[in-house]
């Protein structure tokens, strides 16, 4: 069967953001990107059934900046057999990206695809299950076990109290949780590799979607800082501290 | 104005983060009602029924919304919630896997995880991991709102006398099933509401570790977190993680025991009342953001503290 993959540039998870000045944004000049660390491990899990024989052919997709073509080089070079990039130089809603994903899977036809849960940037965890509804798709969210039965799919789901395992009808989506699984690294031969597979630019346009959003930023500020605490030397003096000035035991 | 509050329950009684939702709606104003979606929940919509502040209760009651499965249930939420203005649910595991499935049939952006609300269309939501605060607009006519609960105060769960009505849907999509599921049994207070959290992490060592931190947790009535580094290395499972990717808390008092404090754990504990950390390592960010720090080895320290209280 055929997967598709999307992924995501966003900022490297390990850079500490600082609010631009104007209360505009984040400031993003000169800060390093990666690809976001959910849709690592969902073209991880793509990579996986094609190595099993249960997929064909994995076909990674990006909605961004042109920028973001690294990122799907970095999952080219990690197993993925072609990349689509639908370039946009504005950021664009989960809304926004789902009916692109839709018109990409209506091209595409895929079996099965796979999204990161959430995005470490705009922390959404909207885009894989809009799309379930734009196409129809069941949904297998927060998964950290995925197995093909046949054409149905049976994955389990973190949920809040622990797991929840469902089975769906084939073509489905999954969302992949952090415990999914543990993604490679591309080595070097891999990445010269990754350099001469196909990857095909698309605009929104050519897909007949707008990226136009109902929602607004008006303005992105720092969260408010904590007072700085002190250190205490001794648990005897923590618990006093405790009951007699933040009277919280 | 009226604002649909999807109620969240489990075992045939609603789950506290509804009465959160309730107060994120009260502050956009206007009218709630209260839809509760699920197998043999006549008792769950009595008791939506006496929430404070909530003029209406809608129940579909089906087999096929047994265990909230999103291609059964948000067909349904879509089909009632063009009657509303706002329709909001809690950022449960539950609210985030149906709400935005929901907005895409209703063809309208969702604002995920509200920590407050500055008027009735424009929303307060933390991004990049809680480390800023995006204050958003939405000109979409209805609003699809998920709402991260420890940013609103729960409303009175008694006082409220509304009537409940039978709603219906399409039932069962035919694309999903439910094979079945492992829940975590404790007799803790619930991660998420727990006046008192203690959390380990890396520094316990192993599973067997954790022993030390229940113990203190049962002497201080509190819940047992942890953080990823410490589920992932499979000391405790994973829906006691507390951070960005786990379970987001805001308690009274939250004890952080092993742990370095990395963005990702902090994104889900900064907003506590009172932050103590125990760690070796005087470098540890963790110490940062805490009132009270301690620098010492936890295997000494947790046991004195427990003994101490």
């Known amino acids: 069967m055929k997967v598709l993959v999307a992924v995501k540039r966003v900022v490297d998870y390990n850079v500490k953001v600082r609010v631009k000045a104007d209360n505009s944004g984040v400031d993003l000049a000169n800060v390093k ?16 059934l094609k190595e099993k024989g249960v997929a064909t052919e994995v076909v990674v997709v990006s909605i961004g900046p ?7 080089r970095t999952a080219l070079a990690l197993g993925a057999d072609r990349g689509i990039l639908v370039e946009t130089a504005e950021e664009v809603s989960s809304l926004a990206v789902a009916k692109a994903l839709k018109a990409v899977v209506d091209k595409e036809q895929p079996q099965l695809v796979i999204l990161g849960k959430q995005a470490i940037d705009t922390d959404n965890n909207q885009t894989g299950q809009m799309l379930g509804a734009l196409s129809g798709m069941p949904q297998g969210t927060f998964a950290s076990r995925v197995e093909v039965e046949g054409d149905a799919l049976k994955v389990t789901r973190e949920i809040d109290g622990g797991l929840q395992t469902v089975a769906l009808k084939l073509p489905a989506i999954v969302t992949t949780d952090l415990r999914l699984n543990e993604p490679r690294y591309a080595s070097l031969p891999n990445i010269m590799k990754a350099k001469k597979k196909p ?13 136009a959003s109902s929602v607004k930023t008006l303005k992105v500020e720092a969260p408010a800082a904590r007072g700085a605490g002190i250190k205490v030397a001794s648990v005897a003096e923590l618990v006093e501290k405790l009951k007699n000035e933040a009277k919280v035991i | 104005m009226t604002v649909l509050v999807i109620a969240e329950h489990t075992n045939g009684a609603l789950v506290p983060a509804t009465l959160n939702t309730v107060a994120a709606a009260q502050q956009i104003g206007g009218d709630i009602h209260v839809l509760v979606v699920g197998e043999g929940v006549n008792a769950v919509a009595e008791e939506a029924a006496k929430i404070a502040g909530v003029s209406k209760v809608r129940m579909a009651d089906d087999a096929a919304y047994a265990h909230q499965l999103p291609e059964n249930i948000a067909p349904l939420v879509a089909g009632l919630g063009a009657e509303y203005s706002h329709i909001l649910c809690a950022a449960t595991t539950n609210g985030k896997n ?4 929901v907005a ?27 480390n800023a605060i995006a204050t958003v607009q939405s000109s979409a006519a209805i609003k699809v709102i998920t ?8 409303v009175a769960a008694e006082g409220g006398s509304a009537a409940v009505e039978t709603v219906s849907g399409a039932g069962d999509s035919g694309k999903s099933s439910f094979v079945g599921e492992e829940l975590a049994k404790s007799d803790r207070p619930e991660l998420a509401a727990a006046k008192v959290v203690v959390s380990g992490g890396r520094g316990m060592q192993n599973g067997e570790n954790f022993k030390h931190l229940y113990s203190l947790a049962d002497k201080l009535g509190a819940a047992v977190g942890a953080s990823r580094a410490a589920v992932d290395a499979g000391f405790v499972p994973n829906d006691m993680q507390v951070g960005q990717t786990g379970k987001i808390v805001a308690p009274q008092l939250y004890i952080a025991v092993g742990i370095s404090g990395a963005i990702q754990h902090l994104a889900g504990m900064k907003d506590s009342k009172v932050i103590v950390a125990i760690n070796k390592d005087e470098e540890a960010p963790i110490f940062q953001v805490a009132d009270y720090g301690l620098v010492a080895d936890l295997f000494e320290a947790v046991p004195e503290l427990e003994k101490s209280l």
Request: charged share 25%; proline share 5%.
């Open chain 2, 98 to 101: 149906f709400m935005p499935r």
């Open chain 1, 66 to 72: 042109s920028q973001a073509q690294e990122q799907l």
């Open chain 1, 33 to 48: 990107m990666s690809m976001n660390p959910f849709c690592e491990i969902a073209v991880e899990e793509a990579v996986r």
């Open chain 2, 104 to 130: 895409a049939q209703l063809d309208v952006d969702q604002i995920s995880e509200i920590i407050g609300v500055d008027s009735a269309d424009t929303f307060k939501r933390p991004i990049y991991a809680g």
């Open chain 1, 199 to 211: 990857l095909e630019t698309l605009s929104p346009d050519a897909l007949g979607i707008s990226v």
């Open chain 2, 147 to 154: 709402v991260r609960t420890t940013g609103f105060d729960a």
